[in-house]
């Protein structure tokens, strides 16, 4: 039998999506230290680990000035694009930019990027996804993981929801776990009610 490679998918720890960030997520910041632990512990075995960034142009259809439904987050180069300071920062993670097509939302570290290839070069069949937001960029990623073959287990106690709808994360969470997901750790609060 042979032995299962993992990869950890860090999604959106930037600024915006964090306290004082204009499109703050309630305790997003609570998924940096589950996420450091972590990372290093992916890193003491040798597995992949990615972040993905939301990285915007100014003017996207994603912004509700131009027809979207968010306020300005993450465009690239600014504060709010970068990742949380405590987010640890290691030469070993490789960047994924996504969002980066102005007529797409980009919620998933899938869409219109190398995510898929760089993992199937790896030899990865099952990818640990966490980060912000449980109901938009985390369930986005977790569902085109597993459409593009993967194993997917989803780190509950390292995502925080957006909640527009008070339910929200919890049918992100009932989606994911439906699309073939395992859901791993405390639910609620990656559907925000921790
Ligand atoms: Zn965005």
Redesign the pocket.
């Known amino acids: 039998m042979s032995k299962t490679k993992r990869a950890l998918i860090v999604v959106d720890v930037q600024n915006d999506f964090c306290p004082g960030g204009s499109?703050a997520v309630a305790r997003g910041d609570e998924v940096v230290a589950p996420l450091n632990k972590l990372m290093l512990e992916f890193f003491d075995r040798n597995e992949p680990v990615y972040k993905t960034r939301?990285w915007?142009p100014a003017k996207t259809n994603?912004f509700a000035a131009y027809g979207g439904t968010?306020p300005v987050?993450?465009v690239q180069e600014t504060h709010g694009a970068e990742f949380h300071p405590d987010l640890l920062d290691d030469p070993r993670v490789t960047i994924i930019s996504k969002?980066i097509d102005e007529r797409a939302?980009?919620?998933s570290g899938f869409d219109g990027t190398n995510l898929a290839q760089l993992l199937h070069d790896e030899g990865v069949d099952e990818v640990w996804v966490g980060g912000l937001a449980t109901d938009y960029?985390v369930k986005h990623t977790v569902l085109d993981a597993l459409r593009a073959g993967f194993k997917v287990k989803a780190l509950a106690d390292a995502m925080r929801p957006v909640n527009i709808n008070s339910q929200d994360g919890e049918h992100a969470i009932a989606e994911m776990r439906a699309a073939g997901a395992e859901i791993v750790g405390d639910q609620k609060k990656a559907a925000g009610a921790g």
């Open positions: 499109l939301d915007h994603h968010w987050h993450c969002g939302d980009g919620y960029c």
